[in-house]
């Protein structure tokens, strides 16, 4: 009897404990209690909501406000239908309630658009109400999350006046994910769609997804890889397809696909895909009126053609316009669209694989139809820890481009690096593309007001997957929402974003909220650091990508890292100035001048655009080698401070999330080490320059390093 009660009291005793603890599955949406003295200023300010509307987005604004307003402010808030009262929050379209319709507020949102909204404190028969409204039911729900999240973070709720609406037409997640659960470049567990079990049995995390994407604004989703199974557009996939797009709509998440190039000749039959062949034209027609019988609200496609083995256009003599305007005309008449990729590949090797999509696209500009996004990378290499902008920005004024990001951090540690993605992601929209003279930001360029476009897009490759926590690293979650964030609206502050995911994800307090900001602030660089310092890039692990690999020689040769680094006794770097491949050229004649004269150049990009003498005298004042000794060294150092700051904050984040970051940060830690004493050995064979005496010297051979097993660290 004795030892059954113990039991049972160690059973409460443990769902009680893994109900309290913080595994990550919620998000940034916590709905944690605010501090007492908030919740005596809300609990005046908020004695009730009313919400106008029937549709499902209405519902789902009403369980969160009554939920999340009730857990944070530590008191039942609920739902008044008849009589209004002092201090009530309306949630509705203006169409849909009394009290609105008759406000100014009908000239108020007209600058709102389709799916902004406004939230504004007003007096409506002599009572304080805050009103939350927009054009459409979604932009309603896009306010009512602004609205609780102003709540979390601790905002006043005196004298509201929030106009917001997305810069951003088309905000979107790619996911790498396959049909058989796997995920390229995933490193969260596997891919949130179980393909075997759907559409018969659903599971819970497909409108938690939802309800994740809506609370940021993303609007879009394409659930699978750009390197494409063509079964995807079979009736069989689908009908699974349409399960999971019935499930998003509420929360106002539209579905895409990646769609193979080929498919007419893989699953339909036909000889050929060459998209000047009617019959080809033809198959397309059909295949998209069927995905839109069985998905009516589809989104388009997404397209990888010509690019690592994808089969395109250009295998049948084609340009890359014939065959986006080919899918677009079989999507125009469903209002659908295409977001054909500039990332593509040369069968053969290059001079310069960074010239490449530039060359084959810009002679096209003008060519596409108006339903075609092209999608662009942030830099013309690869997602790397420092890349310059894209030359293709701003060099296809009458095309729109859309910005691709990568979450998922493919080059930069994976799941084990904490590295905050918002100031690389920062740092090329607010690259000047000089296009149309000072001020042609790459922002402008994407959100389309620099020429006039009213397609437009963003699209973040997805970091998520079937670990509990969504994204293996618990800090890989603040890159999707800043994703969202930033995608909504391109001007927000990497510090505003940062700030706002710490007060939403772990907490308020002030000592939290400024030692994780200024790591995550400080993250990114320390990456670049101890990965690719003064411009370096692609010299991680061959083809995981994971770790240094500097001296992967082997291969096609613009997948190795020789061919990026060229170091040789002369000195290191890729000289792309006019001595060089000349890809300075791409750019516009100021960013050109800027980037190939030696004395402009910034020291980030050093070594991205000029082969440089070892003993080179920087900016500093140091040499070339003392310099990169300096950055390499400098990494190393900060991810240690980054983990000496996290442990001052024992006690005062949930211990769960705590322990799952400090582990991680422990990985870290012999991860840039690792880097940083590879890459310096491996370079001193050419630099023949003594590591200087102020640093640590690597307490390992070369030989070590490269044959390091670092399963254990990822
Ligand atoms: C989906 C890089 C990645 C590939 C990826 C490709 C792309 O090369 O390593 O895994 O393929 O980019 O963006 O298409």
């Given at each position: 009897m004795k030892t059954r009660i113990l039991i049972l009291?160690?059973?409460?005793?443990?769902?009680?404990?893994?109900?309290?603890?913080?595994?990550?599955?919620?998000?940034?949406?916590?709905?944690?209690?605010?501090?007492?003295?908030?919740?005596?200023?809300?609990?005046?300010?908020?004695?009730?909501?009313?919400?106008?509307?029937?549709?499902?987005?209405?519902?789902?604004?009403?369980?969160?406000?009554?939920?999340?307003?009730?857990?944070m402010l530590g008191t039942p808030i609920h739902r008044i239908s008849d009589q209004l009262k002092e201090?009530?929050?309306?949630?509705?379209?203006l169409q849909s309630s009394e009290e609105l319709r008759n406000s100014t507020l009908i000239n108020e949102l007209k600058n709102a658009g389709e799916e902004g909204y406004l939230i504004k404190s007003l007096k409506y028969n002599n009572k304080d109400l805050i009103v939350i409204t927009a054009n459409s039911d979604i932009g309603v729900l896009y306010g009512t999350y602004q609205f609780l999240r102003m709540v979390q973070t601790g905002v006043e709720l005196n004298h509201l006046d929030i106009l917001s609406s997305p810069k951003i037409k088309v905000r979107?997640?790619?996911?790498?994910?396959?049909?058989?659960?796997?995920?390229?470049?995933?490193?969260?567990?596997?891919?949130?769609?179980?393909?075997?079990?759907?559409?018969?049995?659903?599971?819970?995390?497909?409108?938690?997804?939802?309800?994740?994407?809506?609370?940021?604004?993303?609007?879009?989703?394409?659930?699978?890889?750009?390197?494409?199974?063509?079964?995807?557009?079979?009736?069989?996939?689908?009908?699974?397809?349409?399960?999971?797009?019935?499930?998003?709509?509420?929360?106002?998440?539209?579905?895409?696909?990646?769609?193979?190039?080929?498919?007419?000749?893989?699953?339909?039959?036909?000889?050929?895909?060459?998209?000047?062949?009617?019959?080809?034209?033809?198959?397309?027609?059909?295949?998209?009126?069927?995905?839109?019988?069985?998905?009516?609200?589809?989104?388009?496609?997404?397209?990888?053609?010509?690019?690592?083995?994808?089969?395109?256009?250009?295998?049948?003599?084609?340009?890359?316009?014939?065959?986006?305007?080919?899918?677009a005309d079989a999507l125009q008449p469903f209002g659908g669209i295409v977001m054909w990729r500039?990332?593509?590949?040369?069968?053969?090797?290059?001079?310069?694989?960074?010239?490449?999509?530039?060359?084959?696209?810009?002679?096209l500009d003008g060519q596409f139809r108006e339903n075609v996004l092209i999608q662009v990378k942030n830099g013309a290499i690869d997602f790397q820890p420092r890349e310059p902008f894209h030359p293709m920005f701003g060099a296809m004024p009458k095309t729109p481009l859309m910005m691709e990001f990568q979450i998922t951090q493919e080059y930069l540690g994976q799941s084990t690096d904490l590295c905050y993605l918002t100031p690389l992601f920062k740092e090329c929209l607010e690259s000047d593309t000089y296009a149309k003279g000072k001020g042609s930001t790459v922002a402008k360029v994407i959100d389309g007001t620099l020429e006039n476009h009213r397609l437009t897009g963003m699209a973040g490759v997805a970091n998520t997957g079937n670990d509990r926590n969504w994204t293996g690293h618990l800090f890989g979650q603040a890159n999707w929402y800043s994703f969202g964030r930033l995608a909504w609206n391109p001007g927000i502050s990497s510090g505003?974003?940062?700030?706002?995911?710490?007060?939403?994800?772990?907490?308020?307090?002030?000592?939290?909220?400024?030692?994780?900001?200024?790591?995550?602030?400080?993250?990114?660089?320390?990456?670049?650091?101890?990965?690719?310092?003064?411009?370096?890039?692609?010299?991680?692990?061959?083809?995981?990508?994971?770790?240094?690999?500097?001296?992967?020689?082997?291969?096609?040769?613009?997948?190795?890292?020789?061919?990026?680094?060229?170091?040789?006794?002369?000195?290191?770097?890729?000289?792309?100035?006019?001595?060089g491949s000349n890809a300075t050229g791409q750019y516009s004649k100021q960013v050109a001048d800027h980037f190939a004269d030696l004395k402009s150049c910034p020291d980030e990009y050093l070594l991205w655009f000029h082969?440089?003498?070892?003993?080179?005298?920087?900016?500093?004042?140091?040499?070339?080698?003392?310099?990169?000794?300096?950055?390499?060294?400098?990494?190393?150092?900060?991810?240690?401070?980054?983990?000496?700051?996290?442990?001052?904050?024992?006690?005062?984040?949930?211990?769960?999330?705590f322990e799952h970051v400090t582990m991680k940060m422990e990985k870290q830690i012999k991860l840039a080490n690792w880097w940083r004493n590879s890459c310096l050995l491996y370079f001193q064979q050419f630099s023949k320059m003594p590591i200087p005496a102020k640093f640590e010297t690597p307490s390992e051979s070369l030989d070590y390093y490269m044959k390091y097993d670092f399963k254990d660290l990822k």
């Amino acid at each position: 009897m004795k030892t059954r009660i113990l039991i049972l009291i160690f059973f409460l005793l443990s769902t009680r404990l893994s109900v309290n603890a913080m595994d990550g599955y919620n998000l940034w949406l916590n709905y944690t209690k605010v501090s007492e003295s908030l919740q005596k200023e809300y609990q005046k300010k908020i004695t009730g909501f009313m919400v106008c509307g029937e549709s499902q987005t209405i519902k789902i604004a009403e369980k969160e406000l009554q939920n999340g307003l009730s857990s944070m402010l530590g008191t039942p808030i609920h739902r008044i239908s008849d009589q209004l009262k002092e201090n009530t929050i309306i949630a509705g379209k203006l169409q849909s309630s009394e009290e609105l319709r008759n406000s100014t507020l009908i000239n108020e949102l007209k600058n709102a658009g389709e799916e902004g909204y406004l939230i504004k404190s007003l007096k409506y028969n002599n009572k304080d109400l805050i009103v939350i409204t927009a054009n459409s039911d979604i932009g309603v729900l896009y306010g009512t999350y602004q609205f609780l999240r102003m709540v979390q973070t601790g905002v006043e709720l005196n004298h509201l006046d929030i106009l917001s609406s997305p810069k951003i037409k088309v905000r979107i997640l790619n996911h790498w994910d396959n049909l058989n659960g796997s995920i390229e470049r995933g490193y969260a567990g596997q891919s949130l769609w179980n393909w075997n079990d759907l559409p018969g049995k659903i599971e819970q995390r497909y409108a938690d997804y939802a309800r994740a994407n809506a609370s940021i604004g993303i609007n879009s989703t394409v659930l699978n890889n750009v390197n494409a199974n063509p079964q995807m557009l079979t009736p069989e996939y689908l009908k699974k397809v349409a399960v999971l797009a019935n499930i998003f709509k509420p929360y106002g998440l539209k579905v895409y696909l990646s769609v193979k190039f080929s498919s007419p000749v893989n699953i339909g039959g036909l000889g050929t895909a060459d998209p000047l062949v009617p019959a080809v034209h033809e198959w397309w027609k059909k295949k998209v009126a069927e995905v839109y019988s069985i998905i009516p609200d589809f989104g388009g496609f997404l397209v990888k053609a010509n690019s690592e083995g994808q089969p395109g256009p250009q295998n049948y003599g084609r340009t890359h316009a014939d065959g986006a305007n080919m899918l677009a005309d079989a999507l125009q008449p469903f209002g659908g669209i295409v977001m054909w990729r500039a990332f593509v590949y040369d069968n053969n090797v290059p001079d310069d694989r960074a010239k490449q999509a530039l060359n084959e696209f810009q002679l096209l500009d003008g060519q596409f139809r108006e339903n075609v996004l092209i999608q662009v990378k942030n830099g013309a290499i690869d997602f790397q820890p420092r890349e310059p902008f894209h030359p293709m920005f701003g060099a296809m004024p009458k095309t729109p481009l859309m910005m691709e990001f990568q979450i998922t951090q493919e080059y930069l540690g994976q799941s084990t690096d904490l590295c905050y993605l918002t100031p690389l992601f920062k740092e090329c929209l607010e690259s000047d593309t000089y296009a149309k003279g000072k001020g042609s930001t790459v922002a402008k360029v994407i959100d389309g007001t620099l020429e006039n476009h009213r397609l437009t897009g963003m699209a973040g490759v997805a970091n998520t997957g079937n670990d509990r926590n969504w994204t293996g690293h618990l800090f890989g979650q603040a890159n999707w929402y800043s994703f969202g964030r930033l995608a909504w609206n391109p001007g927000i502050s990497s510090g505003e974003i940062a700030e706002e995911w710490i007060k939403l994800t772990l907490s308020s307090d002030q000592v939290v909220v400024k030692t994780v900001r200024e790591i995550m602030l400080n993250s990114r660089e320390n990456s670049v650091n101890y990965m690719t310092p003064l411009g370096l890039h692609h010299i991680m692990g061959n083809s995981h990508h994971f770790g240094p690999g500097p001296w992967v020689s082997r291969g096609r040769a613009d997948w190795t890292a020789i061919y990026y680094h060229k170091a040789d006794s002369a000195g290191i770097g890729f000289d792309r100035s006019p001595t060089g491949s000349n890809a300075t050229g791409q750019y516009s004649k100021q960013v050109a001048d800027h980037f190939a004269d030696l004395k402009s150049c910034p020291d980030e990009y050093l070594l991205w655009f000029h082969h440089v003498p070892w003993n080179f005298k920087m900016r500093s004042g140091k040499t070339l080698w003392e310099e990169m000794n300096q950055h390499y060294s400098d990494g190393v150092a900060g991810v240690g401070k980054m983990k000496s700051e996290w442990q001052t904050l024992k006690g005062k984040i949930d211990p769960e999330e705590f322990e799952h970051v400090t582990m991680k940060m422990e990985k870290q830690i012999k991860l840039a080490n690792w880097w940083r004493n590879s890459c310096l050995l491996y370079f001193q064979q050419f630099s023949k320059m003594p590591i200087p005496a102020k640093f640590e010297t690597p307490s390992e051979s070369l030989d070590y390093y490269m044959k390091y097993d670092f399963k254990d660290l990822k």
